[in-house]
């Protein structure tokens, strides 16, 4: 099933958008700011309640994007952008936590997001389901499903144990597969991938 | 938010002006804000609405234009006349660096590392490709090659010839077999799990074993006297390609060290058993030896017999060609698994 397909035009703009910011061109890069910095914010403050942090993630995202918009290739500059920006959470969140925090062995290799998963999100099945998480078990499956982060990353961007992510992860989707067998739908929402 | 499905090909939903709204002031709930965090990511349309939305509210607006001129300020200072990709391209990855302070990145233009020189880059990358080259393969294929002109023209041994080409098309293998796996690359782990890694990476370091020994070996071969029925200095040019490649797939099964080791016994199997047989008292003369390896290599029919079978080898090979992705050997017992429990 098709989930949505953005219009063509648009897609188009912010490509060349970012192919005007790679030859240097600062008001492609003011275009591109005002088009992506507020939903970017809005997404950042969601995930890092320090409004500091959100701000220099926030600049240093673009900043990054200017120096770096040549590597962009194709497909969602939206998503391209979210990329750098939760790396560059990630980093802020450790670089702050480094301090007080202990060094963890090194992680096992993790799949992190799953598009079965996405798949089933605009089905109201599904969002009864994630409603009935507590809320640690969603913040875990937020950062790894949806924002794409690894187990290391998404441990310290939460600032838990990459254990407790997988533990989480795993209670998580556990429990929503328990609530969708219940909903009667398990079987017949594109969700069956979910193991 | 509209949920309503249109046909395939059309937009199932965009965000509605309500939805940008409560995201925007945060009181959308988790759900449904996953959601069009994901459809923004992929919907310019949406983005720039939930943007116009977030930058409407009283907090988030002025710090969106403060950073705004930060940001501009920033880029006009940085880059002068210069497209941002080559300033990029020429830092490599030092924007990572600093990810909190853009100032710090901003002293990293001025320290831009000089590019390496033309020579110096071709030496890096011939050192990068052979690790065979440099090792012991290096010495024994220059060892063969030494021994070879200094018994034939200081011992005066007439066998050189045929002896230079029993073992000729196995060297390469050698090569082969050194240049990629856990045993022979210290990096293995590294670059098998890089994206240009696995077949692609052995192919390269086959190329520069074949690229030193095929001249090498050729050179040499036809420096040395040639007493009659021994084959032409290019005669073993396509069995030593088939051998190689036939390393290769089966190489993609056992892993490059024990392929090597097979073939290579193959092929001494196939010249020196039937050589000793026809002797009379065991050891092979120079001439019998002569006489097998012609027919092994010498002749039409051979020769398209050797074209054939690196032909079907290297199809073998464009089969199994995802095999080198993982590492062969990579199960219980293997050499990363006793790595690991150590």
Redesign the interface.
Known sequence: ???????RA??G??AALLRG????D?AA??AF???????????L??RCAD?ETV??V???T???V??????YRSG????W??VIAAR?LV??QR?QARAERVVHEPPAAVPSAEDSA?GG??Y?D??TA??RLSPEL?EVL?ATV?DGLTTREAAQLLGIPEGTVKTRAMRARRELRAVLGQLGNAATTPWGGLA | MK?EQVG???????VDEAMSRR??D?SL???????L????????????A??????ATGT?GP??E???G???R???E??P?????????K?GAG?RRS??R?SA?RRGVAVRPASASLPGRLARTVWAAGPALRGAWGVALLVVCAGAVALAYGAGFLAARSVFFALAPVLPLAGVALSYGPYADPMYEISAAAPSGGLRLLLIRTTAVLGVSLPLLTAVGALLPAPPGVPGAAAWLLPGLALTVGTLALGSCTGCRTAGALVAAGWAFAVLLPAAAHAPNGAPTPAVLAEQLGRCVSGSAAQSGWAAAALCCAGLLALRRRAFDFAPDHGPGSYLNRLENS
């Open positions: 099933m098709k989930r949505f397909r953005p219009l648009d897609r703009y912010d910011i790679a030859r240097g600062q890069l003011a700011y005002d088009r992506h910095a507020g939903w970017l914010h809005a997404r403050a969601r409004a701000r220099e926030l600049q240093d673009f900043v990054t200017w120096r770096s918009a040549g590597s969602e500059a939206g998503g952008l979210w560059r980093d802020a670089a996405l999100l605009e109201g599904v969002g994630l409603d969603r937020r949806i | 949920r395939p090909g059309g937009p199932a939903w965009h995201y925007a945060g709930p988790e759900p449904d804000a996953w959601s965090e994901k459809h923004v990511e992929a919907c310019g349309r949406c983005a720039s939930v943007s116009a939305a977030v930058r988030a710090l969106l403060d950073v705004r930060a940001l501009l920033t880029v006009a940085e880059a006349g210069e497209g941002a990709g080559a300033t990029e391209r830092r924007a990810p909190l853009p990145g």
